[in-house]
């Protein structure tokens, strides 16, 4: 049903903490395959890491949106959930993606979803943070949240532009507000 999409910059931690969040979804038959684009100059510590976790192993020379574009044309399944490194999901995610998947389908009229950010209650909070908590209040949400799309929505809105800055940023707003929701879920940075 999903693929999900993650690229890191060969930091085992993050990948580990997104995989480990993403083990119930594919037990529940959700996510049927991850594929983790590494574009880190020694990529071999996340290419063990697929391979113990059972992901698919990209290694790419590139930008980061060019990383997302190369994914998502080699993913396989009708959905796409693109999720940073370190991204951890709520548990609830399974039972509302499956909903939210469900809903879209049945309705015909392309919707993609947005999880809502959190920030983690360890985490020291810096200028930088509030300044994009101001940000995601003003504009919308920023590409750390994550999206869940079906591949020929993503087709037809142009995907990921490879050479564009803040890609993610980018779709996100050429999705624009009436063709995008907010999922209860949350998205926590470790």
Not at 174 to 184: A, P
């Amino acid at each position: 049903m999903l693929s999900v999409i993650i690229p890191t910059a060969g930091v085992e931690q993050t990948a580990v903490a997104t995989l480990s969040a993403l083990v119930p979804g594919a037990a529940a038959g959700v996510v049927s395959e991850v594929l983790l684009i590494d574009r880190s100059l020694d990529s071999s510590v996340i290419e063990r890491v697929a391979d113990v976790a059972g992901c698919h192993f990209m290694k790419f020379e590139g930008s980061h949106a060019a990383a997302l574009a190369a994914g998502a044309a080699q993913a396989r399944a009708p959905w796409l959930m693109f999720l940073p490194a370190g991204a951890v999901l709520d548990p609830g995610w399974i039972d509302e993606t499956m909903q939210f998947v469900q809903s879209v389908s049945a309705a015909g009229r392309p919707l993609a979803g947005v999880f809502r950010y959190a920030r983690s209650p360890y985490a020291a909070v810096s200028v930088r943070d509030r300044l994009r908590s101001v940000t995601r209040a003003l504009v919308g949400p920023l590409g750390d949240q994550g999206l869940l799309i079906a591949r020929d929505h993503y087709r037809q809105v142009g995907g990921y532009k490879p050479d564009a800055k803040r890609a993610e940023t980018r779709l996100l707003r050429q999705l624009g507000r009436s063709s995008r929701t907010m999922l209860r879920s949350r998205i926590v940075m470790v």
